[in-house]
Every structure is written in structure tokens, then in C-alpha cells.
């Protein structure tokens, strides 16, 4: 079994000012920068702007309630919202969070690997945005998710384009060269669509759906065998959820 990240691991770099700073903005410059030097661009203008045409396809996939893992400024929540549907983002970043928050989408300063409300309730679980690469080890991630899912429930997860499986530490940076506003290093992954299904297959997830748009691509896994098809939802499942808390500076914050 793999190794679980401890919560908070990645807290203070996805808190740290160029990314905090990038949010409030609303656009970039922003950087993931490995040891040796290469950057990979973040979209902060598309994370902060409203959900677009290939968001809302993914959205219309979703089934019962929505936990979006490393949320981000809020998109998506604030679209299931408005939608009338039941969702929860959870992020370790504060301006996220509270990004989030005044979009109108329920939200919790929380890392997906503490305690959760409605473990094992969620009917779909979102991880896009690069998102797959939350703690550096996909397989703890999925197996986490697993637990978070109702049996049966539907994940779906970005790909990266590129038929790529890396593991790496990295930081963040607001200026390319710059490494005086970097965070502290923490670990990331970035997985094309073969190496997901790699990974997902032995721990019991299957694929129900796989789809391109806009450059960007997309699986539906489900965690246990299932004769649901990953299909627009016919009703909105309502779960037992704790108040969603605001923001507070004393708590760890995930990438969104």
C-alpha cells in the first residue's frame, strides 16, 4: 500500500505569497519550478475565471455530491451552486479558500489526507487543474478518494496531455528565474492518461469514460464495480455535511 502524505505537507508553498498573490489578481505570472530549473505555467487566469464550456461538461457528468479536491478559487464550486447541486471544495491554500467562499461555493481550508465531512458519502469526487498531483504519490491519492466515495461513486480526473509519469520536487515562483519568493519544496506528480490507468487499475478503479476538449483531457474512473454509467445525474443526492468553516490562517492549505 502506498505511503499517505501527512496532511499539510504542501501547506506553506501553496500558501506562500506568489501563489496567494496570483489568486487575489486573478492572473499570473505563476510557476510550478522543479530542482533543475524547469517551469511548468499555471492557468490562474482560467482557474479564476467562470467555469467554461469544457468545465461544464465535466460538471454535467458529476453524480450526487461533489467534493472537488484542491479547489482553487472556486470555479467550479460556485458553478455546482449555482446549479442547485450539493458540493464542497476543499483547499490548503487560504486565498483559495476564501477566493472560493465569496463566489458563493461551500469550502473548507482542509488537506483531502485529514478528515473530512461525509467520508464514504461523496457520489463524485473532481481532481482537474493539474490536481492529480496532489502529494506526489498518485496512488495514495486514489486510495484516499476510494475511502471519501460512495462504492460505485465516479472520479474524474485531467490528465496531462503528454504520455508522462513524473514524480518531482518543486516549488513556487511568480517570475521566471526568480527564487527569492519561492516556497518551501514540496513533492508533485504529473500523469498523462496511460500512466493513470497504470496506477488505477490494480487498486480497483475502471473506466467509464475518457474525452478531449479544449487541449485538455479527461478520465471518469469508478472505484468498484458498478452497472451506472457516467452519465448527467437524474437528481442531486443531498448529504449530512458539517457548516463549512471560513478561512483561518493557523490551518495547513491543497493546490488548486
Excluded at 450539493?86 to 478528515?115: Q, Y
Amino acid at each position: 500500500m502506498s505511503t499517505v502524505v501527512a496532511p499539510g505537507t504542501a501547506g506553506h508553498s501553496w500558501s506562500a505569497d506568489p501563489y496567494a498573490d496570483a489568486l487575489r489578481a486573478g492572473r499570473g505570472p505563476l510557476f510550478l519550478r522543479r530542482s533543475d530549473g524547469w517551469l511548468l505555467p499555471l492557468e490562474v487566469e482560467r482557474w479564476c475565471a467562470r467555469a467554461d464550456a469544457v468545465d461544464r461538461e465535466v460538471l454535467d457528468r458529476c453524480e450526487g455530491a461533489v467534493l472537488d479536491v484542491g479547489c482553487g478559487p472556486g470555479r467550479l464550486v460556485a458553478e455546482l451552486a449555482a446549479r442547485g447541486r450539493t458540493a464542497l471544495g476543499i483547499d490548503v491554500s487560504p486565498a483559495a479558500v476564501a477566493h472560493t467562499v465569496g463566489l458563493g461555493g461551500p469550502a473548507l481550508l482542509r488537506s483531502v489526507f485529514e478528515p473530512l465531512p461525509g467520508e464514504g458519502r461523496w457520489g463524485s469526487a473532481l481532481l482537474v487543474d493539474g490536481n492529480l498531483g496532489i502529494g506526489g504519490d498518485p496512488c495514495a491519492l486514489l486510495e484516499r478518494l476510494a475511502r471519501l466515495l460512495v462504492s460505485g461513486g465516479l472520479l474524474i480526473a485531467e490528465t496531462d496531455p503528454l504520455d508522462i509519469d513524473e514524480r518531482a520536487s518543486v516549488r513556487l515562483v511568480g517570475v521566471t528565474g526568480e527564487t527569492d519568493d519561492c516556497g518551501s519544496p514540496f513533492p508533485w506528480a504529473r500523469l498523462g492518461t496511460p500512466a493513470l490507468l497504470r496506477h488505477a487499475g490494480p487498486l480497483g478503479w475502471h473506466t467509464v469514460a475518457q474525452w478531449s476538449a479544449g487541449g485538455r483531457c479527461f478520465l471518469a474512473l469508478r472505484n468498484r464495480s458498478t452497472s451506472s454509467s457516467a452519465e448527467p445525474p437524474k437528481s442531486t443526492a443531498v448529504i449530512n455535511s458539517q457548516r463549512v468553516r471560513k478561512p483561518s490562517a493557523d490551518r495547513p492549505v491543497a493546490a488548486g
